[in-house]
């Protein structure tokens, strides 16, 4: 059996019962709900009401070589809702004493990145000491010190869900050469409220190449769907 509801101008909704229908009765709540909600049983079976759809948090992973010889380590498809980007590093290491900073960008012309507005600090502690070096110009994860295979993990979060203003992050890093320094430090992004944060990019500050054939990364990034 079918309830046909026909519109006022032309067309109709059917509401079709299935050929072995059973008996099934379903109540309709008595208002229409909010907005973004949706039509589900209620804590009585056949008894609807109005709720708010349940979100999922997903975890992805990827991993990328950083081959020896190139200039910058671009990663993109960061997801617009992620909740915490996490890049965890092995045998990370440049061919000379730059920085090594990360950078945020956008699709714009093919890929554009912030290059200033950032305060980032970084430390290398050792057994002779701690230095320090802070930056504007990304989020500097190395300091200027040859020779360092890094290993371990710098996070980046939004300060929103959607449509965020700033990406905060930390970083600790073993210098796996040495394995008696360690690098740490944290850093703010500039404002990206204008455009949607869709790549990251390792760069040195300089001219200098990353130089470790055994270079990974893992891209982990956690998103609410």
Not at 152 to 172: C, K, Q, R, V
């Given at each position: ?6 519109g006022?101008?032309?067309?109709f909704?059917?509401v ?23 039509l589900k049983?209620?804590?009585?079976a ?26 910058s ?8 809702n ?18 090594l900073?990360?950078?945020?960008g956008h ?39 040859a020779?360092r ?26 210098d796996?050469?040495?394995?008696n ?9 500039p ?9 990251l ?13 055994l ?11």
């Open positions: 059996m079918t309830l046909r509801l026909n006022s101008n032309s067309g909704t059917e079709k019962a299935p050929a072995t229908a059973g008996s099934n009765t379903l109540t309709l709540p008595t208002s229409n709900g909010s907005a973004n909600q949706v049983n209620s804590g009585t056949g008894a609807l009401e109005f709720a708010a759809i349940n979100r999922v948090k997903r975890v992805y992973a990827t991993e990328i070589n950083v081959n020896s010889g190139v200039t380590v671009e990663i993109t498809g960061i997801p617009a992620a909740l915490s980007i996490k890049l965890i590093m092995r045998e990370i290491s440049l061919n000379g004493t730059n920085h900073e990360l950078l945020l699709a714009a012309d093919g890929g554009t990145y912030f290059t200033s507005g950032y305060s980032s600090y970084g430390n290398l502690c050792g057994l002779s000491g701690i230095s320090g070096s802070s930056a504007t110009d990304g989020m500097r994860i190395r300091l200027n010190s020779s295979d890094l290993c371990g993990m710098i996070e980046l979060y939004p300060d929103l869900a959607n449509a965020p203003s700033f990406f905060y992050s930390n970083h600790a890093f073993i796996t050469n040495s394995n320094t360690a690098h740490f430090g944290a850093a703010r992004s404002d990206v409220s204008a455009v949607t944060i869709d790549r990019k390792l760069i040195p500050n300089g001219t200098n190449q990353f130089n470790q054939a270079g990974r990364i893992s891209l982990i990034t956690e998103v609410m769907e």
